[in-house]
């Protein structure tokens, strides 16, 4: 009996080490072949780098540090803010309640959003990933109840061939909460970053959105999901809507703000 428990132990034993040396082997004829590189600067890194290189990591680490205003989204000092808000956005009017962010927009963030506009949507792993950890520690997380993600017009979206905000929509992680689609652009509007002023930027997105009839928003708390945040012209016209629409709370949720540096 003890001789046919110990054949028993050796053969798993035999098993286990050969299936560890497969597996090295294919691992390593992956990387001959494939060889893993950067998504944002093309440089080779290695397998467990998890898609970006070491100074890419570096920065974006950079970009996503630091305290920042919940209701404008812009760097601040939780230790000046008055009712919530930073000196800058006090006499503002907002039509979203609360907003969280992935960081500012700059040096491999701010490339990486770029190029994600340009249709290279393999970067929603790591984009989706920093946007879900800045959903995770808002203060608003446990109220959503949509996702609702800015819409593009449709002749746009049939030129880029998706959405970039829709795409981020999808890798965030809530146990409760659905992406809707409901809010529509019902205009075509020009470029925001060719507009110079927030007064343009607002003027040329007014009454461009619209919800679709047999929208489900009348009392819900949702949450707007944006690639980038200016001036918050596009944000402040979404929510504006979807609260004539009923909504009762409109969080947004961007991965970059623009317009500053950490």
Not at 33 to 61: F, G, H, M, Y
Not at 130 to 153: K, M, N, R, T, W
Not at 225 to 249: F, P, R, S, W, Y
Request: charged share 25%; with cysteine; net charge positive.
């Amino acid at each position: 009996m003890y001789i046919f428990r110990q054949a028993s132990y050796n053969t798993c034993v035999d098993t286990t080490r050969l299936r560890e040396v497969f597996t090295f082997f294919v691992q390593g004829l992956n990387h001959l072949l494939w060889p893993a590189v950067c998504i944002n600067c093309r440089q080779s890194i290695c397998e467990t780098d998890k898609d970006l290189c070491k100074d890419c990591w570096d920065e974006v680490l950079f970009c996503t540090a630091g305290d920042y205003c919940p209701r404008c989204g812009r760097d601040a000092s939780r230790y000046g803010l008055l009712a919530g808000a930073c000196p800058d956005c006090q006499h503002r009017e907002f039509h979203f309640d609360q907003i969280a962010r992935s960081g500012v927009y700059d040096q491999a963030l701010r490339r990486m959003i770029l190029a994600f506009k340009k249709g290279r949507t393999e970067l929603d792993s790591t984009l989706g990933f920093l946007a879900d950890s800045a959903l995770q520690g808002a203060d608003f997380y446990s109220d959503i109840e949509f996702f609702v993600p800015v819409p593009l017009h449709w002749s746009r979206r049939l030129v880029r061939g998706y959405n970039q905000s829709w795409v981020l929509a999808k890798r965030l992680k809530h146990p409760t909460a659905k992406i809707s689609t409901d809010l529509v652009r019902i205009r075509r509007t020009k470029s925001q970053p060719t507009m110079a002023s927030p007064a343009a930027r607002a003027k040329n997105v007014a009454g461009a959105f619209a919800v679709r009839r047999g929208h489900d928003f009348a009392g819900r708390q949702i949450c707007l999901v944006d690639d980038i945040k200016t001036t918050g012209a596009t944000l402040n016209e979404c929510a504006k809507t979807l609260k004539e629409a009923g909504a009762l709370k409109v969080f947004a949720l961007v991965s970059p703000v623009a317009g500053q540096k950490p």
